[in-house]
């Protein structure tokens, strides 16, 4: 059995004014990347190339928290 990997994304296309965030576990970069499509499409948000945005892994090797967004804007 694959390990799984977590990533976060705060910067995709959203409704505005409320910022987003986004959690995808998957094998690797590129199958997070297809899954966060999928769901973004779902909820007819963009995906295009005219809309980037960044996928963080983050590591599972050793307790973690992070706030992905804390609201202050």
């Known amino acids: 059995m694959s390990k799984l990997k977590v990533f ?17 576990v998957a094998k690797d970069r590129r199958q997070a990347k297809k899954l966060l ?3 973004l499409k779902i909820f007819r948000l963009e995906t295009s190339k005219d809309c980037p945005y960044t996928l ?3 590591p599972t090797d ?7 967004n804390d609201g202050n804007y």
């Open 62 to 68: 050793s307790p973690i928290a992070i706030i992905i």
């Open 8 to 24: 976060v994304c705060d910067d995709h296309d959203g409704f505005y004014p409320v910022g987003v965030s986004s959690i995808i």
């Open 37 to 39: 499509n999928e769901q």
């Open 56 to 58: 963080r892994e983050i």
